[in-house]
């Protein structure tokens, strides 16, 4: 069910498990700020999902309420995981789904990384 991306934070979910440590996932990227692993039912041979450790429900609560350099660097470093894994040539393609038409289903804001293969239209209709 896809998530309403003005509700409060949701401290159950399933990222907020995955940071706490009770739920496992294959990490390919961390710091202090800054979570990527992969995701679990992969769309693409390479799909990654990237999250900051704050509690930002989606795309919108974190453009509206993370600090300039919280941003700066969240964005900075889905183009640094990108470059280490080799995306940047043949190309690769960010995808952040936010609240009901965007198809959001988990509550912590993710920007999907997928990459290996050619990526098909930008939207599927059908
Ligand atoms: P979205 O529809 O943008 O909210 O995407 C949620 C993504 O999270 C989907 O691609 C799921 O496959 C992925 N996902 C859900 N649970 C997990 C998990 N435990 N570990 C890794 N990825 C997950």
């Known amino acids: 069910m896809?998530?309403?991306p003005t509700e409060p934070y949701d401290s159950d979910n399933i990222f907020a498990?995955?940071?706490r440590g009770e739920i496992p996932n294959?990490?390919?990227y961390e710091d202090d700020r800054v979570l990527a692993f992969k995701d679990i039912n992969p769309q693409a041979s390479n799909h990654i999902l990237v999250?900051?450790?704050g509690e930002y429900v989606s795309w919108d609560d974190f453009t509206?309420?993370?600090s300039d350099?919280?941003?700066a660097h969240f964005i900075r470093t889905i183009g640094k995981i990108a470059r280490e894994h080799g995306f940047v040539e043949p190309g690769y393609r960010l995808l952040a789904n936010i609240g009901r038409?965007?198809?959001q289903e988990v509550p912590h804001l993710h920007v999907h990384i997928f990459a290996g293969e050619p990526l098909?239209?930008?939207i599927a209709r059908g």
């Open 2 to 4: 896809p998530i309403d």
């Open 17 to 19: 498990r995955i940071l």
């Open 26 to 28: 294959e990490t390919v």
């Open 51 to 53: 999250i900051p450790k």
């Open 64 to 66: 509206k309420t993370a």
């Open 69 to 71: 350099q919280e941003i």
């Open 101 to 103: 038409h965007g198809g």
């Open 120 to 122: 098909g239209p930008m």
